[in-house]
């Protein structure tokens, strides 16, 4: 089986704004590490909270949306993946997010019994998009994202990133709202080089080269 080399960088807290010194990585909760290789443009953001195994406390959240704020200005990344750096946890269930999931009544259910699901039952409640066998490395569902993560690459980040805010967005409003929402998406599409390239390549039948501009 042909493997392809990921080059993998060190895990570093991204430095917060304003401060002098970025502290030991091993000390922050959210760490970041960007791929390198043909894996360039995925960078992997690892949730490390052991001792409350990922629950989203106050340090936890604003280092999270410290990061992605700077992330978020960083055009070079196309894919976030999030790990966890706990042990059999991802990141511990939430009161608003879940009954939008999966309903209130069960959304109560997995809150106040707090019941832990298997892969496999959060597979079938369609909590998760996946549920694969374990491998022998362990890191089986890291493989997965990754694996999705690398599909998504090299698609046209403009489109990917609009078409993320024309679901976030369309979700939350009525359908001829979220129908308007989508008619502004594509409309900042349109003057990008990225849609001619991506018709250039379908008319030439090659492998389109989107470059996010």
């Given at each position: ?20 010194s ?5 000390g ?9 290789g ?15 195994r990922?629950?989203?406390g ?13 992330l ?40 106040f ?23 022998e ?10 694996a ?7 698609q046209a ?6 078409g ?21 998406c594509?409309?900042?599409n ?21 470059v996010g501009?």
């Amino acid at each position: 089986m042909l493997r392809v080399l990921c080059l993998l960088r060190p895990w570093r807290p991204l430095r917060a704004r304003g401060c002098a010194s970025d502290g030991a990585a091993g000390g922050s909760e959210i760490q970041v590490r960007a791929l390198a290789g043909p894996d360039q443009g995925i960078t992997e953001i690892l949730m490390n909270r052991p001792s409350a195994r990922n629950a989203l406390g106050n340090v936890f959240v604003s280092e999270l949306l410290e990061t992605l704020a700077q992330l978020r200005e960083d055009r070079q990344v196309r894919v976030l993946l999030f790990r966890s750096g706990v042990k059999g946890v991802f990141c511990a269930g939430g009161t608003q997010r879940l009954p939008r999931c999966l309903g209130v009544a069960l959304a109560k259910e997995l809150i106040f019994t707090g019941r832990r699901l298997s892969g496999t039952e959060a597979h079938v409640l369609g909590l998760v998009n996946h549920a694969v066998a374990q491998n022998e490395e362990g890191d089986a569902a890291y493989q997965r994202a990754r694996a999705l993560a690398q599909e998504i690459l090299p698609q046209a980040p403009i489109a990917v990133r609009l078409g993320k805010v024309a679901i976030d967005r369309g979700t939350e409003v009525d359908i001829a709202s979220g129908m308007a929402i989508e008619g502004m998406c594509y409309a900042q599409n349109i003057p990008t080089r990225d849609r001619l390239e991506g018709m250039a390549a379908f008319r030439e039948k090659r492998t389109p080269k989107f470059v996010g501009k």
